[in-house]
């Protein structure tokens, strides 16, 4: 599926991926943490790492699978760049053990947490980027998995809310991309909208990293 970009910026301009979400921060906290992490992922539980272990929630939002991962034992790195979500987060799961990183995808620098991780989950914003910048996410995650690392992630499908910048994307590109970096799919599945959003549905994808030494191994695409 080719990307369409949906609603644009002030000016005419595109919006960056955080556009809309400082402003609705409030309301989306509200609404995060109305699903639970079992609810959301629960096709994908039983490949989620079962010991203590290094988990990266990028895109965490208001915390909420990055607190419920830290309650598994997990040592969770939760990044998120919209600070007004961070805010929410620290306040409503602050007592998780979660590390709150302002960062994004997709160079996603981690400057204070170097090393690699058994998981990494990225739910709800892959359709933030484009193309170009999902090649780059998608090397720059596969050089942040130990092997046999897996990857998670949420892709949104349908309608775009105003002020939001989405590209259509599907799990055969997103499949095939991930190949390309050394990571295999080993689940695939959809589901309808956990919140009744008339239009939208979700495709979950986990990937494992089997073989990280090729243009991932140092992050380039």
Known sequence: ?????????????????????????????????????????????????????????????????????????????????????????????????????DDLLPDLRLSRHPGRFDAVFVTAVWMHLDAGERRRAMARIAALLVPGGRFFVNLRHGPVPDGRRMFAVSADETVELGAAYGLRVVHRSERADLHGRGGVRWSSLVFRADDVTGPAADGRA
Do not use: N
């Open 1 to 101: 599926m080719s990307d369409q970009l949906a609603p644009t910026g002030p000016g005419g301009g595109p919006a960056g991926g955080t556009a809309g979400y400082a402003e609705a921060a409030d309301a989306l906290a509200v609404q995060y943490e109305e699903v639970t992490f079992d609810e959301v992922h629960r096709d994908v539980l039983h490949l989620v790492p079962a010991g203590p272990g290094r988990i990266l929630d990028v895109g965490a939002g208001t915390g909420r699978d990055a607190a419920a991962l830290a309650a598994r034992g997990h040592g969770v790195v939760a990044v998120e760049p919209t600070k007004e979500l961070r805010a929410h987060g620290e306040r409503i799961h602050v007592h998780s053990g979660v590390e709150w990183v």
